[in-house]
């Protein structure tokens, strides 16, 4: 990185930088957070949790396992939204384990289950911008099992996840020296 060779005019009182720089970073140029609480159904599996119906008392928990988020698709925004607006599609997934427990208290079965949510925001996306989401926090809040010949456990999940925008710019800044670093 080359310093650029001439100073920066100060405000009255303030000091004079020894030069600009001109440095590489990422701006985030939008960005949104998304805060869902959803319920979804799983049918209990007959070979790990049979044989039906479940005991009386039977209860179920549930733990996420993994989590993963991706940018489905980026088109143009509809008016009034100008050019540089775009409609961010992504999905979630959050891969869970759901355990199915007795009256007592002990585990009577396992079984692995997927959530899925698909969201749509309407970011400002300027040209060599990329998109993308990660998912802050995702959490598997409670369960209930719905009897009947093919029981279902139905859990509600919240999740928060953050979308934005952002790409390397550019960026010019005074500079009073290099920060130097503690001597212990």
């Not at 988020?69 to 599609?89: E, R, W, Y």
């Not at 007592?104 to 309407?122: D, K, M, N, S």
């Not at 029981?151 to 290099?178: D, K, M, N, W, Y």
């Amino acid at each position: 990185m080359m310093p650029v060779s001439h100073r920066i005019c100060a405000r009255s009182g303030e000091p004079l930088a020894a030069q600009v720089d001109c440095i590489r970073t990422v701006q985030v140029f939008d960005q949104c957070v998304l805060r869902d609480t959803r319920s979804q159904c799983f049918p209990v599996p007959e070979e790990l949790c049979g044989p039906f119906p479940l005991p009386s008392g039977s209860t179920a928990t549930v733990q996420v396992a993994s989590i993963s988020c991706s940018v489905l698709d980026i088109v143009p925004a509809p008016p009034p939204h100008g050019p540089d607006f775009k409609v961010i599609t992504v999905l979630v997934m959050v891969d869970l384990e759901i355990i199915i427990l007795t009256q007592y208290g002990l585990e009577r079965c396992r079984f692995p289950a997927t959530f899925t949510l698909i969201r749509r925001v309407i970011l400002f996306v300027p040209d060599g911008a990329r998109a993308s989401c990660e998912v802050l926090a995702a959490e598997g809040n409670w369960c209930l099992i719905v009897e009947g010949s093919e029981p279902l456990v139905c859990c509600e999940i919240e999740l928060c996840v953050q979308v934005e925008a952002s790409g390397t710019v550019h960026l010019l800044l005074p500079v009073a020296g290099f920060c130097q670093p503690r001597i212990m």
